[in-house]
T-cell receptor
Framework: SAVISQKPSRDICQRGTSLTIQCQVD?????MFWYRQQPGQSLTLIAT?????????ESGFVIDKFPISRPNLTFSTLTVSNMSPEDSSIYLC?????????FGPGTRLLVL | QKEVEQNSGPLSVPEGAIASLNCTYS??????FFWYRQYSGKSPELIMF????GDKEDGRFTAQLNKASQYVSLLIRDSQPSDSATYLC??????????FGAGTTVTVRA
């Protein structure tokens, strides 16, 4: 399976600031996704990152809050904007390979 | 809304026993189903996937799918302390998206 890396692995941020999370894959993939996992919860899909076009957001998630870029088939970024303590979560990118999704190591975000 | 529900945990089993995890899904259009294992502080790791009705075995793990009943299960045979983790069931729909259950936490007692 593809090797997926994320940066940063963790961060502590002040409310009102923004953080950009990077996801890098070692091979070209068509489908990339961003998930959020709040403390003690399961995974919730934020959006599908589409190469060359705008991301497709799930209900409850908006582009102004979670802008996503996908400049090529191996890289994507998710920005968490104007953060509040409720944004404290693990953010995970995933890629689809052979009809199966594999996850990156995640970014652990704490907003104070 | 596409819902995936898992049997509530936590599930505690003695070492060497069988751990049985259950999952139901609401979207009849779901095509394939996945079991992920997530250790505390780590990201989900794929254990097994299943597309067809029946059983699929991989080492100590067996996944079972019954599309008529909209039911998926995972059996872990000869449970080991290293199997202690949260197990996530996911259903994949035609639009490639995964819907996850809340997870079942398994503890294997030595």
């Amino acid at each position: 399976s593809a090797v997926i890396s994320q940066k940063p692995s963790r961060d502590i941020c002040q409310r009102g600031t923004s953080l950009t999370i990077q996801c890098q894959v070692d091979s070209q993939v068509t489908m990339m996704f961003w998930y959020r996992q709040q403390p003690g919860q399961s995974l919730t899909l934020i959006a599908t990152a589409n190469q060359g076009s705008e991301a497709t957001y799930e209900s409850g998630f908006v582009i102004d809050k979670f802008p996503i870029s996908r400049p090529n088939l191996t890289f994507s970024t998710l920005t968490v904007s104007n953060m509040s303590p409720e944004d404290s979560s693990i953010y995970l990118c995933s890629v689809e390979e052979v009809q199966t999704q594999y996850f990156g190591p995640g970014t652990r975000l704490l907003v104070l | 809304q596409k819902e995936v529900e898992q049997n509530s945990g936590p599930l505690s089993v003695p070492e060497g026993a069988i751990a049985s995890l259950n999952c139901t899904y609401s979207d009849r259009g779901s095509q394939s189903f996945f079991w992920y294992r997530q250790y505390s502080g780590k990201s989900p790791e794929l254990i097994m996937f299943i597309y067809s009705n029946g059983d699929k075995e991989d080492g100590r793990f067996t996944a079972q799918l019954n599309k008529a009943s909209q039911y998926v299960s995972l059996l872990i045979r000869d449970s080991q302390p290293s199997d202690s983790a949260t197990y996530l069931c996911a259903a994949r729909s035609n639009d490639y998206k995964l819907s996850f259950g809340a997870g079942t936490t398994v503890t294997v007692r030595a």
